[in-house]
């Protein structure tokens, strides 16, 4: 799925402004540059004028300072290096433990986007690339999850 896409629904969801997205980009990394400015060209359509492409590392930023916006950061832990290459999967983990989801809550925000989901294709897309059961997570998957993710957070 395209990165601005990802970036579009959650941003929707939560109800943020460009300022807070820079923001949010920050609180993951601090050095990373970002300003009001790029987030807009983000924002656009393919088909607009000014659109940018976002890339990995930009949505990885945002998702783990979303991570730490709504969850805090482990004092305990170093800080973890943020990802350069992401996923669908790596999507769909990052978006479960900002919002704290357990299975019956994926399930739930699955059904109430009309894509129904069992709980062992669930555990398939939360496992490791190299295991039997891995499941990659595709576009209309992650773009329903989206959908429903919206649905529940915005009534």
């Not at 990802?6 to 402004?17: E, K, P």
Request: charged share 25%; hydrophobic share 40%; proline share 2%.
């Amino acid at each position: 799925m395209i990165n601005n896409d990802v970036l579009r629904s959650v941003r929707y969801s939560l109800d943020l402004g460009d300022h807070h997205v820079v923001t949010l980009c920050q609180l993951a990394d601090p050095a990373f540059a970002v300003d009001t400015e790029q987030v807009k060209a983000w924002l656009y359509r393919e088909d607009e004028a000014g659109f940018e492409a976002m890339n990995d590392s930009a949505l990885a930023h945002f998702l783990d300072g979303l991570i730490v916006h709504l969850r805090g950061r482990d004092e305990s832990q170093p800080q973890r290096a943020v990802e350069t290459r992401i996923d669908n999967n790596l999507v769909l983990k990052k978006l479960r433990v900002a919002f704290q989801l357990r299975d019956v809550d994926l399930m739930e925000i699955f059904a109430n986007a009309g894509f129904n989901v069992s709980k062992s294709e669930l555990g398939a897309l939360f496992r490791q690339p190299g295991h039997t059961n891995y499941r990659r997570c595709l576009d209309q998957m992650l773009r329903n999850f989206l959908k429903g993710l919206s649905l529940r957070l915005r009534g």
